[in-house]
């Protein structure tokens, strides 16, 4: 009976481990992800925006190795590295705590940030290269135009001509123009803030979910 009991908690240890290290494959998609789609936004975002999901991936990390271990301490009765792993888990608990606060905390800078760096690449857009392109990215994938709308283009280019990026297709004359009936109407600022805050809100509903559930 002993014996039997032993190999059930062996074997529920193992399997909490298991989960334990899916949710740190969770971590590191999570915060890959939004890495990689806001990469060509850097322009535009300070870098503490990408300190959230740098520590999420980090965190991802080191919960795979430590559930490892911990898996191997269940199958070959290890008690040291069940103690390594036990001790392992309270660091875990508070960087799971600590990524979740910093990216519900980023959404109350998001606006002051985007209107300082928006304001200031936008009159950069003929000369400098990396900046236009992200303006085109932007501009583009978010179907917007200017960082309130078609109209803040008058103040850097001449006449009523607007970034190709403006619009969804290029006119027969192949300019695109604030006349355009194909021109997105929409500033990019409040699609770009929509899109971060929700990304915050990810960041920081995975982070303190996780947490609170493998407590």
């Known amino acids: 009976m002993v014996s039997g009991g032993m190999a059930c908690v062996k074997y529920l240890l193992f399997l909490f481990n298991l989960i334990f290290?899916?949710?740190?494959?969770v971590f590191i998609s999570v915060g890959a992800v939004i890495l990689v789609v806001y990469n060509g936004y850097n322009n535009f975002v300070d870098s503490w925006f990408f300190a959230a999901p740098v520590l999420m991936i980090i965190v991802g990390v080191i919960v795979f190795l430590v559930s490892f271990f911990g898996c191997c301490g269940a199958v070959k009765e290890n008690h040291c590295m069940i103690i390594t792993f036990s001790v392992l888990l309270l660091v875990i608990f508070a960087l799971e705590l600590g990524a979740?606060?910093?990216?519900?905390?980023?959404?109350?800078?998001?606006?002051n940030m985007l209107e300082t760096r928006l304001n200031s690449t936008m009159r950069q857009y003929d000369v400098n290269e990396d900046i236009r392109n992200?303006?085109?990215i932007m501009q583009h994938d978010l179907q917007c135009c200017g960082m309130n709308?078609?109209?803040d283009w008058n103040q850097i280019v001449q006449?009523?001509?607007?970034?190709?990026?403006?619009?969804k297709e290029l006119p027969a004359q192949g300019k695109c123009d604030s006349n355009s009936i194909h021109l997105n109407e929409d500033g990019c600022m409040a699609k770009l803030k929509a899109a971060i805050e929700n990304s915050a809100?990810?960041?920081g509903g995975v982070g303190v979910g996780i947490a609170i559930v493998q407590r």
């Open 21 to 25: 290290a899916v949710t740190g494959i």
């Open 134 to 136: 992200s303006w085109d």
């Open 159 to 167: 006449g009523n001509i607007v970034p190709d990026s403006c619009c």
């Open 149 to 151: 709308g078609p109209g």
């Open 201 to 203: 809100l990810i960041l």
């Open 100 to 111: 979740g606060i910093i990216g519900y905390m980023m959404r109350g800078e998001i606006s």
